[in-house]
């Protein structure tokens, strides 16, 4: 069974760019592989490979270095912005939102209002 999450990134200018993951997006993965991720790379880096994402469907599963996600292959583009950020996505479990300047990450589960 997958656990569905969607990962964004905070612009500066307070816009998200996001994508959706399709497996592993419970806090106990995600997190450390965030913070991974952020340690080896930047959040301008995770922006561009949420961006890449999008043109694919989504992410399959989120490594901690690019060579270790895996891309969906759909031919639809999946697009999060800020505009649809709280929505569902696919039965979405959890929101992983980093802010780019500070590297904080905001976590908000479905089952919290």
């Given at each position: 069974m997958?656990?569905?999450c969607a990962l964004g990134v905070k612009m500066k200018n307070g816009?998200?760019?996001g994508c959706y993951v399709h497996y592993d997006g419970y806090e106990e993965h995600m997190m450390p592989t965030i913070r991974?991720?952020?340690?080896?790379?930047?959040t301008t880096?995770?922006?561009?490979?949420i961006a890449?994402?999008?043109t694919t469907g989504g992410i399959?599963?989120?490594?901690?270095l690019n060579s270790e996600t895996?891309?969906?292959e759909d031919p639809d583009p999946y697009v999060i912005t800020s505009q649809n950020w709280k929505e569902d996505h696919y039965?979405?479990?959890a929101w992983y939102l980093v802010d780019h300047d500070t590297e904080d990450i905001e976590v908000r589960h479905a089952w919290v209002s």
């Open positions: 997958s656990t569905h816009s998200i760019i991974d991720y952020l340690r080896l790379n930047t880096a995770l922006a561009i490979l890449r994402a999008q399959r599963s989120f490594g901690k895996d891309f969906l039965g979405t479990h």
